[in-house]
């Protein structure tokens, strides 16, 4: 009899159907770490693993979708931006924001994150992609090259080198809504938050108007506690 109950309970909630999302607003923040060391990421020679991972990057790239990675003036990571904005050890890279109407697998679309050169600044290239199976996740394949550096008080540029130093960030992330997490990098990381969005109904013209759905109170995401649900 118990199992009965137990059953039927289940049966009850998996009925249950789902509130519908309108679509998804994903933020990012890029930021660099400006007391990084040396690592084993670096790949000032060219190497077999080198050439491969260019090739699949540049491989994404020719499949980016035409939605565009729109700056954020202000938005969910404002505040994390600000702290990290003065802090001595980082530098902000990009804040930027998209918005997708479907999270499905075979059409999540591929947005194209690319920073060209300005002066000394750093580049950056790559392309994120947020879908769902059962769970939401966030793929991130990024090929980060570093500002000029120092050395001997002299500014060297990357083009008097051999070759230029730059590193690849590829990572698969579970995310949750509303929650900040975390894709690390001994040089570079991405602050990353995922916000449904459900617009509210128009009143019929022949109807008393409608209470709008409510939403959360808190603008403000939790920051996710683990970096690692992965």
Do not use: C
Not at 24 to 45: A, H, M, P, T, W
Not at 60 to 73: G, K, Q, V, Y
Not at 126 to 138: E, I, P
Not at 214 to 220: F, P, Q, V
Request: glycine share 4%.
């Amino acid at each position: 009899m118990l199992q009965r109950v137990l059953f039927f309970g289940l049966l009850a909630l998996v009925s249950v159907p789902a509130p519908a999302i309108d679509f998804y607003d994903v933020e990012i923040l890029v930021f660099r770490q400006l007391d990084s060391q040396g690592d084993d990421e670096e790949l000032d020679v060219p190497n077999i693993r080198h050439l491969e991972l260019n090739l699949e990057l540049h491989d994404l790239l020719d499949r980016t979708s035409a939605i565009p990675l729109e700056p954020a003036i202000e938005g969910y990571l404002s505040h994390p931006g600000q702290r990290i904005g003065n802090s001595r050890d980082y530098e902000i890279l990009f804040h930027g924001r998209w918005s997708q109407t479907t999270s499905d697998r075979q059409g999540a679309p591929y947005i194209r994150i690319d920073l060209p050169a300005v002066g000394r600044s750093s580049t950056l290239i790559g392309v994120l992609r947020l879908f769902a199976t059962d769970l939401l996740y966030v793929d991130a394949f990024l090929r980060y090259r570093p500002a000029e550096q120092q050395a001997n008080n002299q500014i060297v540029k990357s083009t008097e080198r051999n070759t230029q130093p730059y590193y690849f960030l590829k990572e698969r992330r579970r995310v949750k809504f509303r929650e900040v997490h975390f894709l690390d990098h001994p040089k570079f990381g991405i602050l990353l938050t995922v916000w449904p969005v459900k617009l509210p109904e128009l009143p019929s013209p022949t109807n008393e108007p409608q209470s709008t759905i409510k939403t959360d109170s808190a603008n403000t995401p939790s920051i996710s506690p683990s970096s690692s649900d992965f």
